[in-house]
């Protein structure tokens, strides 16, 4: 893939596999391949967007990549070194740079803190700010997601969902990261909710110069807030693409199948468009199909779709996609 010189994050060949428990009578071990051969890249001050159904590996790329679990293989090159298979000493200078925002807002947050401890508990591990100064670190850091300074000294329990996600956003800004990984993180909200929070991502993205991984099932708002957006399916990236090429020109049909179910409030639009229904289950990451993952469910398959994986082909500048019909 075609990448510049201002390329934050590459991701070569991502493998997170989960061992099974053996049986009674021991027996061999079985793997569930949750990310299996993942390659991507992140332009510094960007959002890559990643969609796909729910257990195909997003949230597992993003923990990995942050190193909330350690890689089976491959390599995560961070500001040019690879961070995949430092220890936790060697990691400590790229827990300030790199932070997560979680998807559930009532989880996330320890009920037994306040708000200002919660949000400054990374300054005192970090030794960034102590005492006055940690204080107004934190006040600023709550106005800046539209709190209140006087939040600071109240818990989790008092809060609606969408603030405690405004206070898991300021928890991550504390220590000036400069990348997030967004993990779903309006997919817990109220709809009225959503767009308040993801608005104020970009409004903070263009102030502070940040770059995002954008991990979400509602695609609609992944085309708003991405630059780029890359799908998967059981484990693997099918389609990666700028992110209006990528809506306006699906080429994979598992991609032309997730945007046929985008709602449309057009009445006429709608009795003239064609969904796409995924027949069957998606298969077991722990046995998947062999060649294209996707052939199970797909209508156009082929006999060499089961023998041999497609591999990503460009279709057009900077549009990639892995499927025998291009």
Avoid at 62 to 91: A, F, V
Avoid at 92 to 109: E, G, T, V
Avoid at 116 to 131: Q, R, S
Avoid at 220 to 228: A, F, G
């Amino acid at each position: 893939m075609n990448k510049s010189k201002d390329v934050l994050l590459e991701v070569r060949n991502l493998k997170k596999y989960f061992a099974m428990k053996k049986g009674f009578f021991g027996g061999n071990t079985q793997y569930v391949k949750a990310v299996d051969d993942v390659s991507f890249y992140i332009k510094r001050g960007e959002t890559l967007g990643l969609v796909g159904e729910s257990g195909c590996g997003k949230s597992t790329t993003g923990r990995t990549l942050i190193r909330l679990y350690r890689p089976t293989d491959g390599e995560i090159i961070y500001g040019g070194k690879d961070i995949s298979k430092m220890d936790d000493k060697e990691l400590i200078p790229y827990r300030k740079k790199i932070q997560m925002i979680f998807q559930d807002p009532y989880a996330s947050l320890n009920t037994r803190m306040t708000i200002g401890d919660i949000i400054g508990e990374a300054l005192d591990i970090h030794k960034i700010a102590t005492g006055k100064e940690k204080t107004e670190i934190v006040h600023d850091l709550l106005s800046r997601v539209g709190l209140s300074p006087d939040h600071a000294i109240r818990y989790p329990h008092e809060f609606s969902g969408g603030q405690r996600q405004r206070i898991g956003i300021a928890r991550a800004l504390a220590v000036k990261p400069e990348f997030i990984i967004c993990d779903e993180p309006i997919s817990a909200l109220d709809v009225s909710i959503q767009a308040q929070v993801v608005n104020m991502l970009s409004d903070l993205q263009q102030e502070l110069g940040l770059t995002y991984l954008f991990i979400a099932h509602d695609l609609s708002m992944v085309r708003y807030i991405s630059d780029r957006v890359g799908v998967m399916y059981l484990g693997k990236i099918v389609e990666i693409g700028e992110s209006e090429e990528l809506y306006e020109h699906p080429a994979h049909p598992y991609t032309q199948a997730l945007l046929s179910a985008i709602p449309v409030p057009d009445p006429d639009i709608v009795k003239n468009r064609k969904r796409i229904l995924l027949e069957g289950d998606v298969p077991s990451p722990i046995n998947p199909p062999s060649g294209c993952r996707f052939r199970t469910r797909c209508m156009h398959a082929m006999p060499k779709c089961a023998e041999i994986e497609p591999v990503m082909k460009e279709i057009s500048s900077g549009h990639y996609a892995a499927c025998y019909l291009l």
